[in-house]
Every structure is written in C-alpha cells, then in structure tokens.
C-alpha cells in the first residue's frame, strides 16, 4: 500500500502535519500542565501556612497531649472550607488529624518527603502516588510553630484528576484539529494524483483478473507515456501467458488421465513421508480412501513394514529402491519402485506400485494345476506301461492273462479318457463357451433320471436310494441337461463315499432360513434370494473333515479318504460353476463319520419371468 503513486504523494504532507500536530499537542500539553502544577503549589503552601498559623490548631497541639479529635474535627472543617486533604502531624510524625481517612489507622509521616523538606527548609513540597487515594497526589507541608517552638506539621493535599483532565482536554482538542487539517490535505492531495493514479489503477485491476485465473483480461492503452508503454507491455506479456497455460493445462490433463486411468499406483511423498500425491490405483491397491491419504505419512497408509523400510531406504541412499513386498493385512503382492524425483526442492519420492496379487495367484493356480494333472496322470499311464511290460515279457503269450491285461488297459484308458473330457469340460464352461438353453423345468424331471441311471450301482454297493420332493413344487428355470449332470455328480460321489448298509436321502423342497444358515459352510456365500427352490443329496457315509470343506469345490481336490477311490477330482468343480451359471448357489454341509448333505438351490421360473 504505502509504495503506491498516491501514498508517495500525499503520505509525505499527512505525515508532516500529523507530526506537527503531536508535537504541538505534546508541548502545549506539557506547558499547560507545568503552568497548572505550578498554580496548584502556590495555592496549596498559601493554605499550608494559613493554616499553620490557626489558634484552634496551635491549641491543640500544644501541652503534652495534643487533642486529637479537635484536630480530626478541625481538619475535616478546613478541608471542607477549602475542598483539599487536610492531615495534621505531630513531632514524632503520628498522624494527629486527618480528613479523609482515620488518622489512628494511619502510620508515621515523619519521613516522608513533604515532611522531610518542611522540617528542613521550613517548606515542604512533594508530587507522589497517594496508597491511600490510589492516585497521583500533590502535597505541601508547613511546620507549626509557637514562640520558636515546633508543635507539629500541617499538610495540604489535591489530587492530580482535575490538572490531568485539563491537559487531557486540551490535547484532545488539538489532535482533532490536526486530525481534520491532514484530512483535508489527504482530499486535496486525493484530487491532485487522481488523475495520474487512474490508469495505473486499471491496470493493476486487469492484472488481479489475471493472476486470479481470467486469462482473457486486457487493457486499451490511451497514453503514449511511460503508463501507456507498460499498458501494451502488459497486453503482450498476457498473450504469452494465456498461450503456455493452455499448453500447460492440456499436458496436465493427459498427465491426470493416465495418472486416474492406469493400473499401477502412484504416490508422491515429501522428505517427511508426507503424500502430496496419490492416484486411484494406489489408493486401491492399498485399499485407503484418496481423499484421506493426501496429507497423511506414507507410514499410515501403507500397513506393510517392507514398503515403509523401502522408502526409509530410498530416502537414506538416494537411489532407487526395487522390491516385491507382501502386506501381510490384506494378503496382496506388490512390485514396488521407489525413487528420488530428480531436481525437485525440496526433496521429493516417486512410489509406483504394481499389484501382483492376481498373477501370483494365477501362478498359484497354474502350479497347482500341473502338480494335480500331473498326479491324476501318473497313475494310469505307469499302469499301463507295467501292463505293456507284462505282455512284452511273454504274458501275450498266455491268452487268459492277455484278456485279463487288454481289460485292465482298457479301464486305464476310460479313466484317461474321462479325465480329458471333464477337463476340456471345465474349460469350455470357464471360458463361457457352453451356452445354457434354460427352460421352465420340473424339478422331478431334473433328478429322476440322474438316480434311476445310478440306482443299479447303489444296489450293488447295498445301498439304499430314496426321493422326496415336496408338493406343488413350482419349476424351476434351468437347462435341464446341465442340471441332470450336476446332480449325477453328487449322486455318484454319494455312492462311493457311503459304506453298504447306507441310505442316500435326494430332497427338494422351497428355500427356508434354514438354508440360508447353512450357506457359509460351503463354497458360496451372499444373500438369497426371494424365491429358490433347494435340493440336495443327504447320505450317511464318511463324511468329510472340517479342514476339507472349504476346498472341496476345487478343481483336483481330493480328500485322505477320496484319494484311494477312482476318480479325478473335477466333478465338483464342474458341478459349482453349473449351478453358479444358473445363478444358484451350491455348498456342503458335512460332520465326519456321520454323513454329508450338498444342497444347490435354482431360481423358480415364475419369479424369473416376472423379474
């Protein structure tokens, strides 16, 4: 402000006369009050030594024991008479009488200063805070004599309230006029640079529009001097600036909608840990809310103690960190980079982070994959190389043993065979190329021929089939094939994992709340929903370990028990994504040694249709 054009101008004239304004005030004040003060002393020793020369008071005083209620009564009369503090003092500086206050409450006044002078020069004058009336007082003291003897002392006292007031007044009166006399001068000065000032003004107005973002502010210049040179000046320079902004923006709106748009998590963080910036990816992969991170440490943000000692490294060596860290709360794999920016100040660090988690886990998969295929294929194929060996060796030559090997290759390679077909079967229906024709659909026709098919089988094992499907059971949308194979499945395995003497219970029946407790236990969780029609294969055989149950829908899982039984371990995978095809859901409940129930549920085709 004050190195404006106008505060050059017109500061100088206000500031002179606002100076010449306090220092007037300032010496008539003192001399007003010097002048009062020296009034007020003369006044005050006049009626000291009027007093002083009272006969009440030399009366009093005089004989051994002065008369200290007269002395009271006959300051309080002075005192009223002449509107000051009247105090009487004896020899010994006790306070004999008093007008303002109690004189016995009062301590010696045999040194005080007004006392000291009269006792000494005959005259006594002094100016001090009063403790008594919390002020500044003015004192004059007189010695009371008779025949050449000293009776006493008499003391007048005035507050300073009333001078000080005056003075007050005074100033106040004279800052105003030199208040009003610069207020004048600051309008005439006003007048005078106005003119001058205005185009500047604008200026700086069109100026403010452009620091302020409204890149299109421009100024008509009206001058050929020195303000018109810098109008035309400033019109070019806003041309250049509104050009590289724009750039500016464009590159930093590219820079934005990689930085939101890319898979990979970048932070930014200064020398303290602080994230200055994070983009969508990083907030995700580290599952923290965007808005939330920016200001907080890198430390509070990242839960993994391999990230925080990778940038603690980062930061000590000045050269860039790579790492594969995993965070232990959410279970992810991580690529971390972590990097000094180049030629920031002060010092900034680039993280990128890379979320491996779904590669390690396909990884996982794939190596667990090989492993099973591997083991499920180890066997037949070792079989039939012992079978070949044995017939290479002479056993061709003895027909019966031939037969009996020719039947064991050919069960070898069914086994083969239906280990190729569920896997090319798993696959299509992974990759979505098996296309389901759903149709409104008995739920009897969907499991009479999947138990009419195997009950021969469970006859020969000795056990014991039984249906129940509730009345009045509504159809269910389903492509009855697919569903038919699902629940030959579970059939199948029901059979082989029930010892003779068994029964195996195939139900169907409206979904309950009974059926929602138990989703959790299997494979599939989430809400049900409104209208499902359950079923289930319920037997009473093996059973299945608690440690089991959450794998036992993956592909090639096999329990201790299952793994001395043919199979290959595919038909429950397959059967989970079916039914899951079918937007059912398919889990198990199982106690070992007691039994175990799989349930799927199907959605009913009227809801479907109507939904």
Not at 349 to 361: A, C, E, G, P, S
Not at 363 to 388: C, G, K, Q, Y
Not at 499 to 522: C, H, K, M
Request: charged share 20%.
């Amino acid at each position: 402000m004050f190195s404006s054009i106008w505060w050059r101008i017109t500061a100088p004239y206000i500031a002179i006369i606002l100076l010449a304004t306090m220092g007037l005030t300032l010496f008539l004040s003192l001399e007003a009050r010097n002048a009062r003060m020296e009034d007020l002393a003369d006044h005050l020793l006049d009626d000291a030594k009027l007093m002083a020369r009272d006969a009440q008071l030399l009366q009093s005083l005089a004989g051994d024991a002065p008369n200290s209620a007269a002395l009271d009564r006959l300051a309080v009369e002075w005192s009223a008479l002449i509107e000051k503090r009247i105090t009487v003092v004896g020899v010994d500086g006790t306070v004999l009488g008093e007008s303002h206050a109690d004189a016995a409450q009062m301590a010696s006044h045999l040194n005080r200063p007004e006392i000291q002078l009269a006792l000494r020069d005959g005259v006594g004058m002094a100016t001090r805070f009063s403790q008594t009336q919390r002020t500044e007082v003015m004192y004059a003291a007189m010695p009371v004599l008779s025949a050449g003897q000293l009776l006493g002392f008499v003391r007048v006292a005035m507050p300073l309230d009333e001078v000080q007031a005056n003075v007050n007044r005074l100033s106040r009166g004279l800052l105003i006029a030199g208040v009003l006399t610069a207020l004048v001068t600051a309008l005439l000065a006003t007048y005078t640079v106005s003119r001058t000032v205005a185009p500047i003004r604008r200026l700086t107005e069109t100026v403010q529009r452009v620091a302020a973002g409204d890149l299109s502010g421009r100024l008509l210049p009206t001058t050929r001097d020195e303000v018109g040179q810098l109008t035309r000046s400033f019109n070019y320079m806003a041309d250049q600036l509104q050009e590289k902004v724009a750039t500016l923006a464009l590159e930093q709106a590219r820079l934005s909608t990689v930085l939101e748009h890319m898979a990979d998590g970048v932070i930014i963080t200064d020398e303290a840990g602080v994230v200055v910036m994070i983009n969508a990816a990083a907030a995700r992969i580290l599952r923290y809310d965007e808005d939330k991170a920016l200001g907080r440490r890198f430390a509070q943000i990242a839960y993994s103690h391999q990230l925080i000692e990778l940038w603690s490294r980062c930061c000590e060596s000045g050269v860039q960190q790579t790492e594969t860290v995993e965070t232990p709360l959410y279970g992810t794999f991580l690529h971390a980079v972590i990097t000094p920016l180049p030629a920031s100040d002060p010092p900034r660090y680039l993280v990128m982070l890379q979320d491996l988690t779904h590669i390690r886990r396909l990884e996982t998969v794939r190596r667990d994959f090989i492993s099973n295929i591997s083991h499920e294929l180890r066997t037949p194929l070792a079989s039939l190389a012992l079978v070949v060996e044995t017939l290479r060796d002479g056993a061709i030559e003895d027909p019966p043993a031939a037969r009996r090997f020719l039947r064991h290759m050919e069960t070898e390679l069914l086994s083969l065979t239906q280990l190729v077909e569920e896997l090319l079967e798993l696959s299509r229906i992974e990759s979505g190329r098996v296309p389901l024709t759903l149709s409104a659909t008995p739920v009897r026709e969907l499991v009479h021929q999947p138990i009419e098919r195997l009950d021969p089988q469970a006859e020969r094992k000795g056990v014991t089939l039984t249906l129940a499907i509730a009345e009045n059971l509504p159809p269910v949308l389903a492509d009855a094939p697919r569903m038919r194979q699902v629940i030959a499945n579970l059939l199948h395995n029901a059979i082989k994992f029930t010892p003779s003497g068994g029964t195996i219970n195939v139900f169907a029946r409206p979904y309950t709340a009974e059926e929602l407790g138990q989703v959790g236990d299997g494979a599939d969780d989430g809400a049900a929903p409104p209208r499902e029609i359950v079923i289930g294969v319920a037997d009473t055989g093996l059973g299945i370990p608690d440690d089991d149950l959450p794998r036992i829908f993956e592909r090639f899982y096999k329990t201790d028990r299952a793994r001395a039984q043919q199979g290959t371990g595919l038909g429950l995978a397959i059967s989970k994504h079916i039914v899951q095809m079918h937007h059912g859901r398919i889990w198990v409940r199982s106690i070992e040694g007691v039994g175990s129930t799989f349930y799927l549920t199907l959605p009913m085709a009227s809801e479907s249709a109507t939904g």
